[in-house]
């Protein structure tokens, strides 16, 4: 699954200028291809690529441990 367009619909108004938005949402897998626009009879495509990378996030609340690992809790008014 390259990734999908949103709205789900494939459609979109356009604004004051004429310009309608549609979004490509990245699916799971990488690759390539081409997304193709048409109306009133005309079409333009354009390709693109999707890369995917694995993301670790590591949250650390910045309290200090004590040697068995445990977290000592923050005092009222205190600040890490």
């Known amino acids: 699954n ?3 367009v949103l709205p789900s ?3 979109a108004l356009t604004d ?3 310009v309608a938005l549609l979004k490509l949402q990245p699916g799971n897998t990488g690759g390539a291809g081409t ?5 009133l009879g005309e079409s333009a495509a354009i390709n693109f690529a999707v890369g995917i ?3 670790t996030l ?3 609340n910045g309290l200090n441990k004590d040697a068995a690992g445990n977290v000592i809790p923050l005092k009222a008014g ?3």
């Open 2 to 4: 390259l990734g999908s």
């Open 9 to 11: 619909s494939g459609t």
């Open 16 to 18: 004051n200028f004429g």
């Open 35 to 39: 997304v193709t626009a048409r109306s």
């Open 53 to 55: 990378a694995d993301l």
């Open 58 to 60: 590591e949250v650390n």
């Open 78 to 80: 205190g600040s890490t």
